[in-house]
């Protein structure tokens, strides 16, 4: 067609022509893409329901623990051979660490010694793993022992002496290498230690950092420089922070391995660029037309960083900051090369004793052989992830309570 | 912009006062790395009048106004030359206190930029950050002074908790001059203070400026031509970064000493 020619009603019904050719094209690309987008949105979702349905199947069972009833007779000499204090026939259904614990009885409920009790004991994680279906022991792999067990559980079952109670000791025990006694708090108390003293350390050093860059600091070579290179360190794999630490914490300054402030100041390091990333966008958020009002009534550079930039910016800087700790916090490469990847039974009691941290905790019992560290490892990432959910949507929450627009 | 001279109601330009100069410019230079922004402008701002600051984008109108208050000392790569006497002082020295001299020139920017803060401590945050007042009923007299003196009194009086963001686009402009004077300066620098709003705000700006260039000594810049007819008592057209012509205002519109002064404010080109 002779698109330089006169408009004749046949031509114009020949241009429309064409562009309703186009336009069924251009719709169906707009539908094919629109699909995409959808599609992706489905699979994304429906991994995370996955690894969500899992871990719940898996882990729900451990906030749950078997208990049995004894007879325990708490006469003196029992109290350090343990087995002594209950019937024989119990000794394959309580928990080893149970009766090891009855050892305390003297120190903590003297007025008990001498005397004969009916106490719920918890039970051995065999006879636990059993109940809650995790464990065959009447099939045909198994030994008539098992199976005799099974057989006395069941009877115990039907007495009512055996029951399910909710499990404290998940939360207030540390590590242990028996199963049914293993619990997160030691993991916990380091994991909160290592957050303050992470938090502690980036954030003041990370802010100032980009305060300096963003509203102080000249355009130049070197500015550039140091600007590209926290840009990389955003991305550098963590467990490189780990070795830095090892280099420069514990072999340099001397920190002690395993610490909690070796730990905190690794991830602090870690933490740092992300800190000073999202602070200098928020501080670059807020609007020049703000900073020259200041300057303009006589605010000198520092005054108008204090008192309006900085103010505005505190929700971004927040958020970026919960969502940094929040990532160090499930951090656990880094961690493994200055040993935090250890066997913590008892909960540190200061920032340089051994501590151990949630994820590292979760890793140990993923490696664990016994039945009842599967639901562990399980019930601990629901633990972390529960955390970590809480943290980002405060971070969320911050951001929407504060949001401003310009 | 089209516009003739007919078109121009010059009935109501200020007339000029034989006013001492309260500002003398000389030879100033400025340079934006190797670009030469400002030409050796000389030119006296009037005590107590109004200066209108004309000419096309990018005349250098605004930079001269920010050289005023030294503004351009945020900018990076800014070099200036010449002098700028006001009294004594020459506001160029490079030893000069900006922080000082910003109390004695305010100014007004062209977007209205309040604090997200209260008006009252959008008034307030300076004259208590400079120690002007003391906090309480020195502070409370000072804040309801200065609005009343920007007009706003009547809108504002019962809120002043509010936050100086949700008021109109006009009346925060109106709360940023509040702001500007509750400081006691002697100057009063306006970078196209009503070119963001409405016809109504300009009208009510335009009064507020006319009656404020009693007390102080105000340099506007506009792009509304007409704007500078109502208001200025005297006009400077720049133009590429000189000075094209400085005279009153009915002078500059009536009878303008340059062909190209004419041209631009008969609109042909701008």
């Given at each position: 067609?002779?698109?330089?020619?006169e408009?004749?009603?046949?031509?114009?019904?020949?241009l429309?022509?064409?562009?309703?050719?186009?336009?069924?094209?251009?719709?169906?690309?707009?539908k094919?893409?629109h699909?995409?987008?959808?599609?992706?949105?489905?699979?994304?979702i429906?991994?995370l329901?996955?690894?969500?349905?899992?871990?719940?199947?898996?882990?729900?069972?451990?906030?749950?623990?078997?208990?049995?009833?004894v007879?325990?007779?708490?006469?003196?000499?029992n109290?350090?051979?343990?087995?002594?204090?209950?019937?024989?026939?119990?000794?394959?259904?309580?928990?080893?660490?149970?009766?090891?614990?009855?050892?305390?009885?003297?120190k903590?409920?003297?007025e008990?010694?001498?005397?004969?009790?009916?106490?719920?004991?918890?039970?051995?994680?065999?006879?636990d793993?059993?109940?809650?279906?995790?464990?065959?022991?009447?099939?045909?792999?198994?030994?008539?022992?098992?199976?005799?067990?099974?057989?006395?559980?069941?009877?115990?079952?039907?007495d009512?002496?055996?029951?399910?109670?909710?499990?404290v000791?998940?939360?207030?025990?540390?590590?242990?290498?028996?199963?049914?006694?293993?619990?997160?708090?030691?993991?916990?108390?380091g994991?909160?230690?290592v957050?303050?003293?992470t938090?502690?350390?980036?954030f003041?050093?990370?802010?100032?950092?980009?305060?300096?860059?963003?509203?102080f600091?000249?355009?130049?070579?070197?500015?550039?420089?140091?600007?590209?290179?926290?840009?990389?360190?955003a991305?550098v794999?963590?467990?490189?922070?780990?070795?830095?630490?090892?280099?420069?914490?514990?072999?340099?300054?001397?920190v002690?391995?395993?610490?909690?402030?070796?730990g905190?100041l690794?991830?602090?390091?870690?933490?740092?660029?992300?800190?000073?990333?999202s602070?200098?966008?928020a501080?670059?958020?807020v609007p020049?037309?703000?900073?020259?009002?200041?300057?303009?009534?006589g605010?000198t550079?520092w005054?108008?960083?204090?008192?309006?930039?900085?103010?505005?910016s505190?929700?971004g800087?927040?958020?970026?900051?919960i969502i940094?700790?929040?990532?160090?916090?499930?951090?656990?490469a880094p961690?493994?090369?200055?040993?935090?990847?250890?066997?913590?039974?008892?909960?540190?009691e200061?920032?340089?004793?051994?501590?151990?941290?949630?994820p590292?905790?979760?890793?140990?019992?993923?490696?664990?052989?016994?039945?009842?560290?599967?639901?562990?490892?399980?019930?601990?990432i629901?633990?972390?992830m529960?955390?970590?959910?809480?943290?980002?949507a405060s971070a969320?929450?911050?951001?929407?309570?504060f949001e401003?627009?310009? | 912009?089209?516009?003739?001279?007919?078109a121009?109601?010059?009935?109501?330009?200020?007339?000029?006062?034989?006013?001492?100069v309260?500002?003398?410019?000389?030879?100033?230079?400025l340079?934006?790395?190797?670009?030469?922004a400002?030409?050796?402008?000389?030119?006296?701002?009037?005590?107590?009048?109004?200066?209108?600051?004309?000419?096309?984008?990018?005349?250098?109108?605004?930079t001269?106004?920010?050289?005023?208050?030294?503004?351009?000392?945020q900018?990076?790569?800014?070099?200036?030359?010449?002098?700028?006497?006001?009294?004594?002082?020459?506001?160029?020295?490079?030893?000069?206190?900006?922080?000082n001299?910003r109390?004695?020139?305010?100014?007004?920017?062209?977007?209205?930029?309040?604090?997200?803060?209260?008006?009252?401590?959008?008034?307030?945050?300076?004259?208590?950050?400079h120690?002007?007042?003391k906090?309480g009923?020195?502070?409370?007299?000072?804040?309801?002074?200065?609005?009343?003196?920007?007009?706003?009194w009547?809108e504002?009086a019962?809120?002043?908790?509010?936050?100086?963001?949700?008021?109109s686009?006009?009346?925060?402009?109106?709360?940023?001059i509040?702001?500007?004077?509750?400081?006691?300066?002697?100057v009063?620098?306006?970078?196209?203070?009503?070119?963001a709003?409405?016809?109504i705000?300009?009208a009510?700006?335009?009064?507020?400026?006319?009656?404020?260039?009693d007390?102080?000594?105000?340099?506007?810049v506009?792009?509304?031509l007409?704007?500078?007819?109502r208001?200025?008592?005297?006009?400077?057209?720049?133009y590429m970064?000189?000075?094209?012509?400085?005279?009153?205002?009915?002078q500059?519109?009536?009878?303008?000493?340059?062909k190209?002064?004419?041209?631009?404010?008969?609109?042909?080109?701008?």
């Amino acid at each position: 067609m002779d698109m330089t020619a006169e408009m004749t009603p046949e031509r114009r019904a020949e241009l429309d022509a064409r562009v309703q050719r186009k336009l069924k094209k251009r719709y169906r690309a707009a539908k094919r893409f629109h699909f995409y987008c959808v599609g992706s949105l489905v699979l994304a979702i429906s991994f995370l329901a996955f690894f969500f349905t899992d871990m719940i199947s898996k882990g729900h069972s451990a906030f749950q623990q078997a208990h049995v009833q004894v007879d325990v007779d708490y006469a003196e000499k029992n109290l350090r051979f343990t087995k002594r204090a209950i019937a024989e026939d119990m000794h394959d259904i309580v928990s080893r660490g149970w009766l090891r614990d009855l050892r305390r009885v003297k120190k903590e409920n003297p007025e008990l010694v001498g005397t004969k009790a009916v106490a719920w004991a918890l039970a051995d994680d065999e006879v636990d793993q059993y109940l809650k279906g995790n464990k065959d022991l009447t099939g045909d792999d198994n030994t008539v022992e098992q199976k005799a067990l099974a057989a006395r559980i069941d009877a115990l079952k039907a007495d009512g002496k055996i029951k399910m109670k909710f499990n404290v000791g998940f939360f207030t025990n540390g590590d242990s290498k028996i199963p049914e006694m293993s619990g997160l708090w030691s993991a916990m108390v380091g994991s909160i230690l290592v957050m303050v003293l992470t938090l502690l350390f980036s954030f003041p050093i990370g802010v100032m950092t980009a305060i300096y860059l963003e509203e102080f600091a000249p355009d130049n070579r070197l500015t550039q420089l140091i600007e590209i290179n926290i840009n990389n360190l955003a991305a550098v794999p963590s467990i490189l922070f780990g070795l830095l630490g090892l280099a420069i914490f514990i072999n340099f300054f001397g920190v002690p391995r395993s610490s909690a402030l070796a730990g905190g100041l690794t991830l602090g390091l870690m933490t740092l660029p992300v800190i000073i990333i999202s602070t200098r966008a928020a501080l670059r958020a807020v609007p020049d037309t703000i900073r020259q009002a200041a300057y303009g009534m006589g605010c000198t550079e520092w005054r108008t960083v204090r008192d309006h930039v900085l103010p505005l910016s505190m929700p971004g800087i927040l958020t970026g900051t919960i969502i940094g700790i929040a990532q160090a916090m499930g951090e656990t490469a880094p961690l493994l090369i200055i040993g935090m990847m250890a066997y913590i039974p008892e909960a540190p009691e200061g920032f340089l004793q051994a501590a151990t941290v949630l994820p590292a905790q979760i890793f140990t019992w993923a490696g664990m052989p016994e039945r009842a560290y599967v639901e562990r490892t399980a019930a601990g990432i629901l633990v972390l992830m529960s955390v970590l959910i809480l943290m980002n949507a405060s971070a969320v929450l911050l951001r929407k309570k504060f949001e401003r627009r310009w | 912009m089209t516009m003739n001279l007919a078109a121009t109601d010059l009935s109501k330009t200020p007339t000029a006062k034989e006013s001492p100069v309260k500002i003398a410019c000389t030879d100033v230079n400025l340079w934006y790395g190797d670009k030469h922004a400002l030409k050796g402008i000389t030119l006296d701002l009037k005590q107590n009048e109004v200066t209108a600051l004309i000419g096309p984008s990018g005349c250098g109108k605004s930079t001269f106004l920010r050289c005023l208050n030294r503004m351009n000392d945020q900018i990076k790569g800014v070099r200036i030359e010449g002098s700028i006497m006001m009294g004594e002082t020459d506001l160029l020295d490079p030893k000069l206190d900006v922080v000082n001299l910003r109390t004695h020139v305010g100014m007004v920017f062209q977007k209205p930029n309040p604090f997200p803060k209260s008006i009252y401590d959008n008034i307030s945050y300076a004259p208590l950050m400079h120690g002007l007042v003391k906090k309480g009923s020195e502070c409370d007299d000072l804040v309801e002074d200065s609005i009343k003196k920007a007009g706003l009194w009547d809108e504002v009086a019962d809120r002043l908790d509010a936050s100086g963001t949700g008021l109109s686009g006009g009346q925060q402009q109106r709360l940023c001059i509040a702001r500007a004077i509750a400081v006691q300066p002697e100057v009063l620098l306006m970078d196209e203070p009503a070119s963001a709003l409405d016809p109504i705000s300009t009208a009510t700006i335009e009064d507020l400026i006319q009656e404020l260039s009693d007390s102080y000594t105000i340099a506007i810049v506009t792009h509304n031509l007409q704007q500078a007819a109502r208001v200025a008592g005297y006009t400077a057209f720049f133009y590429m970064g000189d000075l094209i012509e400085y005279d009153n205002t009915g002078q500059i519109f009536t009878n303008p000493g340059q062909k190209r002064t004419e041209d631009y404010i008969t609109g042909r080109y701008g």
